[in-house]
């Protein structure tokens, strides 16, 4: 026996590959669906359509709305230094921050926003560190909402310095420490 898929979005040629189908006659005709156009994949979650029509009319029409009006946007390339983190007792003073993978947003094509990024770590990190060891945080704001997050690792190791390079390190932030403290007086 043959059973037809019933995803009518699979063969209108958008780039359809998936996902879920269903009805209840409460709720309509509703669709769970996902497709890749050019590198970018749109999830779409309609439902309440009185019939199967016009469910897949609406679902193909915001799917080609959305491949039009959006685009992925590349912030920082795999392997890109992102930023640094202060180190403690190592044998460099600081480590670069990486993305395990492309930092990419989805934004709208004629937006006129401001993105800004910043780095966020507890520090400074105490040496020795391993690449790949996570580190912090890099969140992506547009305005005032943070539209990303993305965690950040070591780009590469770090050893720990000699008793000359700790005393130095610990003296560095005693005097740090203290200028604080002033500063919080006040």
Same mark, same amino acid.
């Given at each position: 026996?043959?059973?037809?898929? #019933?995803?009518?979005l699979?063969?209108?040629?958008?780039?359809?590959? !998936?996902?879920?189908? !269903? @009805?209840?006659?409460?709720?309509? @005709?509703?669709l769970v669906?996902?497709?890749?156009?050019?590198?970018?994949?749109?999830?779409? &979650? /309609?439902?309440?359509?009185?019939?199967?029509?016009?469910?897949?009319?609406?679902? #193909?029409?915001?799917?080609?709305?959305?491949?039009?009006?959006?685009?992925? #946007?590349?912030?920082?390339?795999?392997?890109?230094?992102?930023?640094?983190?202060?180190? @403690?007792?190592?044998?460099?003073?600081r &480590?670069?921050?990486?993305?395990?993978?492309?930092v990419?947003?989805?934004?709208?094509?004629?937006?006129?926003?401001?993105?800004?990024?910043k780095?966020?770590?507890?520090?400074?990190?105490?040496a020795?560190?391993?690449?790949?060891?996570?580190?912090g945080?890099?969140?992506v704001?547009?305005?005032?909402?943070?539209?990303l997050?993305?965690?950040?690792?070591?780009?590469?190791? &770090?050893?720990s310095?000699g008793?000359h390079?700790?005393?130095?390190?610990?003296?560095?932030?005693? &005097?740090i420490? /203290?200028?604080?403290?002033?500063?919080?007086?006040?």
């Amino acid at each position: 026996m043959r059973q037809q898929n #019933r995803n009518p979005l699979l063969a209108m040629g958008i780039g359809a590959d !998936g996902l879920k189908t !269903g @009805y209840t006659k409460e709720a309509g @005709y509703g669709l769970v669906g996902s497709a890749v156009n050019n590198n970018l994949r749109l999830i779409l &979650v /309609v439902n309440g359509f009185k019939t199967m029509k016009d469910r897949a009319d609406e679902a #193909r029409k915001l799917l080609e709305w959305g491949f039009r009006a959006f685009e992925a #946007r590349p912030l920082f390339a795999e392997g890109e230094t992102i930023g640094e983190a202060k180190l @403690y007792g190592g044998t460099k003073g600081r &480590v670069p921050l990486v993305a395990a993978a492309p930092v990419k947003l989805l934004v709208p094509r004629t937006t006129g926003d401001k993105l800004g990024a910043k780095v966020f770590y507890s520090g400074p990190v105490r040496a020795p560190i391993e690449k790949g060891q996570p580190i912090g945080t890099l969140k992506v704001s547009r305005g005032e909402n943070v539209v990303l997050e993305v965690p950040l690792q070591a780009g590469e190791d &770090v050893g720990s310095g000699g008793l000359h390079q700790r005393a130095f390190d610990a003296m560095g932030e005693l &005097v740090i420490n /203290v200028f604080r403290a002033g500063v919080d007086r006040f």
